[in-house]
Every structure is written in C-alpha cells, then in structure tokens.
C-alpha cells in the first residue's frame, strides 16, 4: 500500500493550529461540555503529531503513541462527562464558573 | 493526487473546528466535531498509518461521541443556553488576549516551518503496530488497562446520585 509523501512541516502546521484552535476553545467557552470538546480536539492534534513524526521514519512507534493517547482521551472523557453530570447536579448549570470557591 | 486530498482533509478539519468551537448549540457543535475527527482519519490514512485511521472513526467518532451525546441529552439544553452562550462569546471578552497569544502561536509556526523533510511516504500496516505494540511497548498496554481501569472506577464514582443527597444534609 502507498502513502502520500507530505512535506513535514505543511502535517505539523495543520497540527499545531488544531491544537491552538482547541486551546482557545477552552479559553474562551466556559460551559464545560465546550471545553471537554475543546480538549478533545487538543488531544486528538497531539495524537495527530505523534503519526506525522511516525509517518516521517515509517515507524509504528508514533501509532503506537497515537493509540496511547486515544486512551488517555477515552479515560478523560469518562470522567470529565462524569464531572459535568454532577456539576449541573449540583448547580443546575454547567457554567464552569459556579465552582469557583471548590467548597464542598 | 493524494497530496492534494491530504491539503483538502486538512481544510475540512481546520474548518469544521473552528466551527466547533463557535457554536452555540451544543448537538451542532457535536456534529461538527464529528466532522473534524473524520478528516483526521482521512489524513492518517494518507500519511500511511490505516490503523490509526480506523481506531480514529471507531474510537473516536464512534465511542466517544457517544458518550458526549448521551449526556447532552441528559444535560437538556435548551434554548436559554444557546442565549446565555452568546452573551459570553462576546468579542471584547478575548480581542486582547487572542492577539497576544496570536503573535506567540506565529512564532511557533515560523519554529515548524523552519523543519526541513518530509513524511515517508510509505504505509506502517496494522501487522507492524500489533508486533511493536507487543513486543517493545508491552508495558504501554499494561499502562492502559490500567489507566482504563481507574477511569472506569472513577466515572462509576462519579456518575451516582447521591452528592446532593449529602450536601443538603450538610447545610442543614
């Protein structure tokens, strides 16, 4: 099977601005679904990252990274969804902001 | 060919995550989310990693979705929300701060561009991940169950009833 041979720097420039354009996600929303979309889309352009250096040397390292990652993101979605549940529980809100004094 | 199919996944996904994060509704947003990590899937496949691609769409697009439309539906977001979202996505809310941190992010793309090469051009099959994954980084997997685990756990913890059961016995 062939792959498309893509100058480096074009993959990780679309990685790097996916990755900015999710970190002012979470900057600028502050309901707290947004921002786990938000973080979401970070990680994926990091595990993103990891194939593009993959892809550089054929490697399977940078999938290997990928698949990794994809976990972590699994794990932080379950819990952070988990969080969101309980904080419009607790607020009926899931404006982030309502937890700013952490009490209790 | 396929470089330029490579370029028009990429502007869909840098497309359909600004989206993402601009809208109001929290369901539209999902969808286009779902858009943006299918171009992604469409990019891994070009760079020469299927097996990433298909993780990406099952994984990804599939299960995590998911889980952020079932809780959109239990969250019941309705149309106060989409009103109050608008009244904080006001632009003189982050001018400033986007245009400082604007003039940092255009000194990193000027760091990656400076980067000469390019990606190899040849495809690492689902045979050559599987005997790296359990050969060398066996531990990585262990790592991840384990990591799975606890979030299992925590997510369960998390997920019950009872806190505000609990708070209003405290206060009173």
Redesign the interface.
Known sequence: ??????????????A???F???L??V?????A??M???L??MM?AAA?AF??A???????????M???V??????????G??????L???HTT??VDVTHDMA? | METVLFYIAALVALASTTLVITRLNATHALVYLIVSLLAMAVMFALLGAPFAAALQVVIYAGAIIVLFVFVVMMLNLGRRTVERERTWLSPRLWFGPGVLAAILFAEMLWVIVATEGTTAGVAVGPAAVGRALYGPYLIVVELAAILLLAAMVGAFHLGRRYTRVRREGASS
Do not use: C, K
Request: glycine share 8%; hydrophobic share 60%.
């Open positions: 099977m062939t792959a498309t041979a893509v100058p480096l720097e074009h993959a990780l420039v679309i790097a601005v996916l900015a354009l999710g002012t996600g900057i600028v929303r502050r309901n679904l947004f786990l979309m938000s979401e889309i994926n993103f194939v593009i993959g892809a550089r040397w054929a490697e399977p390292d940078g999938q290997i990928y698949m990794l994809l976990t972590l993101a699994a794990a932080e979605v379950a819990v969804l988990g969080l969101v549940l309980q419009e529980r607790l899931v404006d209790g």
